[in-house]
């Protein structure tokens, strides 16, 4: 059975950090390329940021560079984001997706809910 789970979203400040978790299982974790994913309310989801399935490289959207960082451990099955200098425009629910080439299935988190607000 997968599963793809989200955790340590929350209610920060701006200005401070907050490092979402996503663990999977049921799949080959370490074949996948893995990516978050965020959906403010009313906007369509955008990709924030990825990583190969090696974790040799990485991408970031424009709005999150040098205040974000995508991470994997593929011992853990797990990636990481670690977001820093929080901004309110960050606030959205924040989801992990992880893909192969094609053919292979794809598959989504549930989300975890981040907001900054003073």
């Known amino acids: 059975q997968v599963q793809v789970v989200e955790s340590g979203g929350g209610l920060v400040q701006p200005g401070g950090s907050l490092r979402l978790s996503c663990a999977a299982s049921g799949f080959t974790f370490s074949s996948y390329a893995m990516s978050w994913y965020r959906q403010a309310p009313g906007k369509e989801r955008e990709l924030v940021a990825g990583i190969t399935s090696s974790g040799g490289s990485t991408n970031y959207a424009d709005s999150v560079k040098a205040r974000f960082t995508i991470s994997r451990d593929n011992a853990k099955n797990t990636v990481y984001l670690q977001m820093n200098s929080l901004k309110p425009e960050d606030t959205a629910v924040y989801y992990c997706?992880?893909?192969?080439?094609?053919?292979?299935?794809?598959?989504w988190g549930q989300g975890t809910q981040v907001t900054v607000s003073s």
């Open positions: 997706y992880a893909a192969r080439g094609s053919g292979w299935p794809r598959y």
